[in-house]
């Protein structure tokens, strides 16, 4: 529920992390910004929107090995006019998670979000299973943190049948010789909702994370030895995933 704290960022790291760890991962960009796609330099015919309007199955708009044992589906613009194409469908809250039903071949899917409570945000959240609530370190990215959860508990009571739990509230842009990094972790340590899940050690500033993306890369291929690189393996083993 904030911009600009790392998501697409984190969910690049995760699923490419674990893609390299041998897992078949399938990457699906739910933002229709379509950030995912450009890490990738993917212009894909297909994108979720596709799927979701039921144009295309899902096996039709994966884009495959975008990089080993990793697969996408990427996301564009036109995303944004679903809440509108999809006013009059039935249970339109759970499109996505039906769509892939009958998607077979893949260990892990790992989905990246818009900030906003749209209905492709709702339809990932039902159709995930553990959520991973990246914050930056400011009071706005808080005050987002806690939006979100009351938005998991909103989900809880409106589809009970639904597992949707928190995995990993994960501090990121971490600075820990400013007093807004040392007093947001504070924060996060205080509040009941998140200190259970936190990631304490988080991830730090580290400007290759944004050279990586303009260079079309992972962080894992533009500098496996950065600070970033180091903070998402210790992410990947946090979520023992």
Excluded at 54 to 67: K, L, M, N, P
Excluded at 131 to 149: E, F, I, K
Excluded at 163 to 184: D, E
């Amino acid at each position: 529920m904030k911009g600009g704290v790392g998501k697409t960022t984190t969910a690049v790291s995760l699923a490419s992390g674990l893609a390299a760890a041998g897992r078949h991962v399938l990457l699906i960009d739910a933002d229709p910004q379509g950030n995912v796609g450009h890490v990738f330099g993917v212009q894909a015919p297909k994108t979720i929107h596709d799927l979701m309007l039921g144009h295309a199955a899902a096996g039709d708009v994966i884009v495959r090995d975008v990089r080993p044992n990793l697969d996408l589906i990427a996301a564009a613009p036109s995303a944004f006019a679903l809440d509108t194409q999809l006013a009059g469908v039935m249970q339109r809250e759970t499109v996505l998670s039906r769509r892939l039903t009958e998607l077979a071949g893949v260990d892990l899917i790992v989905i990246d979000t818009s900030p906003s409570m749209s209905l492709l945000a709702y339809n990932a959240l039902l159709c995930a299973t553990e959520l991973v609530v990246p914050v930056g370190m400011d009071s706005l990215a808080l005050t987002g943190m806690r939006q979100t959860l009351d938005g998991v508990r909103e989900i809880r009571e409106l589809w009970p049948g639904h597992p949707l739990g928190v995995a990993a509230i994960v501090p990121t842009s971490v600075n820990s010789q400013t007093h807004a990094t040392r007093a947001a972790l504070a924060t996060l340590d205080a509040d009941a909702g998140a200190a259970a899940k936190l990631f304490r050690r988080g991830i730090r500033q580290c400007i290759e994370v944004t050279y990586a993306a303009a260079a079309h890369q992972t962080i894992w291929e533009y500098a496996p030895k950065s600070r970033a690189a180091e903070d998402y393996a210790a992410l990947i083993d946090f979520l023992g995933a």
